[in-house]
């Protein structure tokens, strides 16, 4: 029998029946780890998102409008809001962070993957002399560039979202792309790849043996270059840029974010990346008044068991017996990022865990009252605010933070990371899917 990690036996129990919980972590507010990442880092994949901006509206005319930033609105959710809590507490504002609806990627590994592929096409240029250290990004979009791009092999293994934002960004900029996909991802985002002249190879197994197959095919590559979802720092420097932009917004929003006015995050999580990077991101900026909470499949807890264990060897949600089967195909992960998780132990408020059928539940709701189509990975957020303001150990985290009195004023903010590119027929099985399993749940 292998041993099981070190998990207090009664939250382990929980965990492994599958029941729906929060967790507070323990270490929240202890010292990041020696060689963490730091705000220059963050400043430096901002500016180059802004530099490789006139390049990104030269490849993808769709942003011509935002002058080839990425970004998504924040979009306050008043009637989702008011059907999800008790009319008499609503002082609180909620809002959706759409990342849904990033352009081009449909989803929120636009942030993460765009920005590793170009800075791998900066270095490569400026290495091989074909872009000055000054000159206009756009020329990386030049004859000279894409003749020394088309030798290397961009490769990436993905359960679907990650493979689209590096292949489609990867192919435009001239790049050879693979990516590499359990068999298990969804046809229409192998479809879609394959279009954009990405060549995708399938695996049996899960994410994570995708990955290691990728990793070991590019590794025997001299001009390959693997982005390593488990283990990139450009990931992450990307997806942290998103939390100044969204400072911005608040701003103009008349949000404030201090002592007397709590904001509260709520990011599904799969390998940890894009949430770690977020969280990252806030806490560089708003320190303790931001509570980021990740949201994870009671099937692949795995951020949650990696941080309650409490150990630096990796620990999967296999070890603890549960499968990872999950129809949250961007939360399908056993194990998280070990990059990330070290990071998370400092500054991650803490995980809850989300049953399938209430993702189907949460996205029709938000169909319904807003308007907006998510696919299931990307609504694990929306039972965040319940979990803070309704549950034994929400109360408990917002005494431990003497919050209570600052409830009124406080902001909440479910980040919504994927479902603008699915295509329409999916849309109306997941809808159709959520329209019955929310009748069951107004009758229970
Ligand atoms: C990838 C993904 C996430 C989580 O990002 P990680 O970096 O894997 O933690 C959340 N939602 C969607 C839709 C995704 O594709």
């Known amino acids: 029998m292998p041993t099981l990690p070190a998990i207090a036996p009664d939250l382990l129990a929980r965990l492994q029946k599958r029941t729906p919980l929060l967790w507070l972590n323990p270490a929240l507010g202890s010292a ?5 990442p730091c705000f220059a880092d963050i400043d430096e994949a901002d500016a180059r ?9 030269h490849l993808f005319p769709e942003l011509q409008s935002s002058a080839g930033l990425i970004e998504s609105p924040l979009t306050r959710v008043e009637r989702l809001q ?6 008499t507490e609503s002082d609180a504002a909620w809002f959706i962070k759409s990342d849904h609806a990033l352009p081009i990627a449909g989803s929120v590994k636009a942030r993460g993957g765009f920005h590793e592929v170009l800075a791998l096409a900066e270095k490569l240029a400026l290495e091989h002399n074909v872009l000055a250290p000054e000159s206009d990004r756009r020329e990386l979009a030049g004859d000279a560039a894409r003749e020394l791009f088309a030798q290397y092999t961009v ?7 990650l493979g689209l934002s590096i292949g489609v960004m990867a192919a435009a900029l001239g790049f050879q792309s693979v990516v590499h996909m359990s068999t298990d991802a969804k046809a229409w985002k192998k479809d879609r790849l394959r279009k954009a002249g990405v060549q995708v190879v399938e695996h049996a197994g899960d994410y994570a043996e995708a990955v290691a197959a990728g990793r070991a095919q590019s590794l025997a590559d001299p001009k390959g270059y693997f982005v390593d979802d488990e ?8 997806y ?25 995050v709520y990011i599904p999580c799969g390998v940890g990346g894009a949430p770690g990077g977020i969280t990252f991101g806030l806490k560089a900026l708003f320190f303790e008044h931001v509570h980021c909470f990740f949201a994870e499949p009671v099937a692949s807890p795995c ?28 939360l399908a992960v056993g194990q998280a990022s070990h990059l990330v998780s070290p990071l998370m132990r400092s500054q991650l408020s803490g995980a809850f865990t989300v049953a399938d059928a209430q993702l189907y539940v949460h996205l029709h709701r938000v169909a319904q009252t807003e308007g907006v189509l998510l696919e299931p990975s990307a609504a694990a957020g929306f039972d965040g605010p319940r979990w803070l303001t309704h549950s034994d150990q929400g109360e408990a985290y917002l005494r431990q933070h003497g ?12 980040w919504t990371t994927g479902g603008s590119l699915v295509p329409r027929e999916e849309h109306e099985q997941f809808q159709a899917r959520g329209q019955v399993l929310a009748a069951q749940d107004e009758l229970a």
């Open 49 to 57: 998102l802004v530099r490789c901006a006139g390049l990104m509206a």
């Open 231 to 238: 283990n990139s720092l450009m990931l992450f420097l990307g």
């Open 240 to 264: 942290a840029v998103a939390a100044r932009r969204l400072a911005t917004q608040l701003a103009a929003l008349n949000r404030p974010v201090d002592a007397t006015h709590p904001l509260f």
């Open 303 to 330: 951020m949650l068991v990696q941080l309650a264990a409490d150990e630096t060897a990796p620990v999967s949600v296999y070890d603890i017996g549960l499968d990872n089967r999950t129809e949250a195909d961007g």
């Open 32 to 36: 990041l780890p020696e060689g963490s």
């Open 155 to 161: 490769s990436v293994g993905s359960t679907g979202n």
């Open 82 to 87: 008011q059907t999800m809590e008790n009319a």
């Open 403 to 414: 919050l209570e009195r600052h409830m009124a004023s406080a902001t909440h903010i479910v």
